[in-house]
């Protein structure tokens, strides 16, 4: 499920090297981009564990090889300290996270052969972020799905108190009934958003040179 944030004490950002991607986004210290490394990996992860206990969320350690073709994590560092990240999921049949809470509506989805991207795992840290920083990184990451995964179609679990932002900001909208996730033991609904269209003033993918 998205959305959980607390302080942090972590702050593993890596040097930018020359084996890492082109930043999709490089701004006033703001470098936003796929992680590849596993130092990487193991601070998105626990930037993620500790933003969800924070919430009261029952939370497990979790993330796919960084070589899966079907995953990708994307994170934000503001002036080197790691402040966001989310995992995205190229819908393959089976590996859905909310496709267990939600399989009638995914299945439904998957009637009209779209390519689904399922956004999860989304963990801010406020002590370094704001709001434009977390809007250009939603911003981004809807790029990234579309580029990288050619998506059509975006699915995402979230806490209901949360749903307004999507609604207003992102565009999505419900399709599944209030229920408990199980893997943090919370409320949750499943979201949709047509990524074929652009968000409103959408940003555009830059990749640094």
């Known amino acids: 499920?998205?959305?959980?944030?607390?302080?942090?004490?972590?702050?593993?950002?890596?040097?930018?090297?020359?084996?890492?991607?082109?930043?999709?986004?490089?701004?006033?210290?703001?470098?936003?981009?796929?992680?590849?490394?596993?130092?990487?990996?193991?601070a998105t992860d626990l930037l993620v564990r500790r933003m969800y206990a924070w919430r009261g969320y029952l939370v497990k350690r979790q993330f796919s090889a960084l070589t899966d073709p079907d995953h990708?994590?994307?994170a934000a560092w503001q002036n080197?300290?790691?402040?966001?990240?989310?995992?995205?999921?190229r819908d393959n049949g089976?590996?859905?996270?909310?496709?267990?809470?939600?399989?009638?509506e995914i299945a439904e989805l998957r009637a009209s052969n779209p390519k689904i991207c399922e956004y999860s795992r989304l963990a801010t840290d406020p002590e370094f972020s704001s709001p434009e920083i977390l809007e250009c990184f939603f911003r981004t990451a809807y790029n990234f799905a579309r580029s990288h995964f050619g998506a059509t179609d975006a699915v995402v679990e979230i806490n209901p108190r949360h749903r307004r932002y999507y609604e207003k900001e992102?565009?999505?909208?419900?399709?599944?009934?209030r229920r408990v996730c199980p893997r943090v033991d919370a409320p949750a609904i499943l979201l949709h958003r047509d990524l074929r269209h652009q968000l409103p003033g959408q940003l555009s993918i830059e990749q640094a040179a």
């Open 94 to 104: 089976n590996n859905l996270l909310c496709e267990t809470l939600y399989p009638k």
């Open 80 to 89: 080197g300290e790691l402040v966001a990240t989310l995992t995205l999921a």
């Open 170 to 177: 992102l565009g999505f909208s419900r399709v599944g009934e």
């Open 1 to 42: 499920m998205l959305n959980a944030s607390t302080n942090s004490s972590i702050n593993m950002a890596p040097a930018l090297e020359i084996s890492m991607p082109a930043p999709l986004i490089r701004s006033s210290g703001l470098i936003i981009r796929r992680i590849t490394k596993p130092h990487e990996q193991l």
């Open 72 to 74: 990708a994590t994307v």
